[in-house]
């Protein structure tokens, strides 16, 4: 059984730094690219950052520079390291499998909240 667990969410100032985890079980997680999206009030939820199983990364747009997604294969978790942080960026984030979305398995999420 597929599970995901984010945590590492908060309430911070903009400029601010948080580091977000997702631990992950239930696949082989090192053979997988790896996503963080997020998902702010009243807006669909949109691709952040993906890691590939050998480390090869790609962001949006609005966090490249201020974002970097990690793993550790040997933990089973993805990071999001999370810089310079806007109150733009407040949402909840969550991980997931990119090529698996569809299956609609979701974990319960991570709030990060940026005051300005």
């Known amino acids: 059984q597929v599970q995901l667990v984010e945590s590492g969410g908060g309430l911070v100032q903009a400029g601010g730094s948080l580091r977000l985890s997702c631990a992950a079980s239930?696949?082989?997680?090192?053979?997988?690219?790896m996503g963080w999206y997020r998902q702010a009030p009243g807006k669909q939820r949109e691709l952040v950052a993906t890691?590939?199983?050998?480390?090869?990364?790609n962001y949006a747009d609005s966090v490249k520079g201020r974002f970097t997604i990690s793993r550790d294969n040997t933990k089973k978790t993805v990071y999001l390291q999370m810089n310079s942080l806007k109150p733009e960026d407040t949402a909840v984030y969550y991980c997931?499998?990119?090529?698996?979305?569809?299956?609609?398995?979701w974990g319960q999420g991570t709030q990060v909240t940026v005051s300005s």
């Open positions: 239930g696949f082989i997680f090192s053979i997988f690219t």
């Open positions: 890691i590939t199983s050998s480390g090869g990364t």
């Open positions: 997931n499998r990119p090529a698996y979305i569809n299956l609609g398995v």
